[in-house]
């Protein structure tokens, strides 16, 4: 574990599970860093707490299903036994997307709307992806009009899990 140059400065920006810094320059290769807060690792689409791994796990579905370009950088531990997830991203110019672009987005991807719990979520049964707080904040329309994910939580839904119900 050890220290990264770009977390040591104040971040830029917080969300619900991380603390953001922007790159010093704009431009071809520009990359966000993103760290975990302290021991929290967000919450999967059925609103269960995201352990390190299931967090990893997540990544690797986000580059995988949404073509995200996430890389690991290491763990970094802020304070003796509580750690976070240090990763990079490139950094995408955009603005928030409509719900209505989220939805053409999510259903011309093979998805469909559901209720899990409390959630609202896509679901695509081909390959029992779920797909969570899919709201503008997380989908970006870039100036060249295409919408980009850039931190919507993914999973796998087993069938033992609580059930998916229409919406």
């Avoid at 998805?111 to 409390?118: A, L, N, P, V």
Wanted: charge should be negative.
């Amino acid at each position: 574990m050890r220290p990264f140059e770009a977390t040591s400065r104040p971040a830029d920006a917080f969300g619900y599970e991380h603390e953001v810094w922007f790159p010093q320059q704009s431009g071809a290769g520009a990359r966000v860093i993103k760290a975990t807060y302290g021991n929290c690792f967000g919450h999967l689409p059925d609103g269960s707490e995201a352990t390190p791994l299931g967090y990893l796990e997540r990544l690797v579905l986000c580059n995988e299903v949404l073509g995200d370009q996430i890389s690991f950088l290491g763990i970094e531990e802020c304070r003796p036994g509580v750690i976070r997830v240090v990763t990079a991203q490139p950094a995408i110019e955009g603005h928030p997307a409509e719900a209505q672009e989220i939805a053409r987005f999510f259903l011309g991807a093979g998805f469909e709307r559901r209720r899990w719990g409390r959630n609202i979520v896509w679901f695509r049964s081909a390959d029992g992806i779920v797909a969570s707080d899919t709201h503008g904040g997380n989908v970006l329309r870039t100036e060249e009009g295409a919408l980009v994910a850039i931190d919507v939580p993914l999973m796998v839904w087993k069938p033992e899990m609580s059930p998916l119900l229409p919406v």
